[in-house]
């Protein structure tokens, strides 16, 4: 059971490069999400897609890309890195909420180390 | 502003009951609570949810008050396992308000 997959785990890039963290998930879930985590800081929410070819800023999209060809995938593009950006990303996906439906959960990838020297 | 408050770090002896509580006073009628935990260097993971009523899962209690102004997560046997932060979260389960808004968790230390 595959579930939801992140690559590169670990990644070090320069100041300036550009970088695609991928996510894939199994589930066909409706819903993916990019986090970040600092230090000192919870998880914020970069962007996030309903479905295929739909996606929305979240709280902090500066910097980043994201495109969503298939259900599947939710690839995120730093287009020129920066120092900032160290961190560790979290991709995440749920099947979606409707009416009631609270007891969908968000399920969460391990995370991707991204280092930006 | 955060919709819930946590303390900051937590204690407990192994094979005790851990008790996390969480502030929610500004909650709305059709928010749920929802729990999640997040172990070092892992994505955070889905322990608990409710409503009014209290619940209990394989991993843990939750005991929401008649207000619904609180809530207290309880882990029955804490085991070493059981280190990690903990997020308390509010949400509606509206279409179009699947995202999770995290604050910064009680970190919660499982003592041998």
């Known amino acids: 059971d595959a579930g939801i997959t992140q690559s590169p785990r670990y990644k070090i890039t320069e100041t300036g490069r550009q970088v695609t963290l991928m996510c894939h998930q199994t589930?066909?879930?409706?819903?993916m999400f990019w986090y970040r985590q600092d230090l000192g800081h919870g998880l914020r929410l970069i962007y996030y897609s309903a479905a295929a070819d739909i996606t929305d800023k979240g709280e902090v999209p500066d910097g980043y890309v994201v495109s969503r060809s298939k259900t599947e995938n939710f690839p995120l593009t730093l287009e020129s890195a920066t120092r900032s950006q160290t961190s560790v990303y979290f991709c995440?996906?749920?099947?979606?909420?409707?009416?009631?439906?609270?007891?969908?959960?968000?399920?969460f990838g391990p995370g991707t180390r991204l280092t930006v020297l | 502003d955060a919709k819930t408050t946590q303390p900051p770090s937590m204690d407990c002896a192994e094979g005790r009951a851990a008790n996390l509580p969480c502030n929610h006073s500004t909650i709305s009628g059709n928010e749920y609570v929802y729990w999640y935990r997040q172990i070092h260097s892992q994505g955070p993971q889905y322990i608990i949810h409710g409503l009014k009523n209290n619940e209990t899962n394989e991993m843990a209690s939750l005991i929401i008050t008649e207000d619904r102004k609180s809530s207290t997560l309880i882990l029955p046997h804490a085991t070493l396992r059981d280190t990690a932060v903990y997020y308390c979260i509010v949400r509606a389960p509206n279409f179009g308000n699947e995202k999770l808004t995290f604050g910064t968790g009680t970190r919660l230390t499982i003592i041998p």
């Open positions: 589930w066909s879930h409706s819903y």
């Open positions: 995440a996906s749920i099947q979606g909420l409707a009416g009631v439906r609270a007891t969908d959960t968000q399920y």
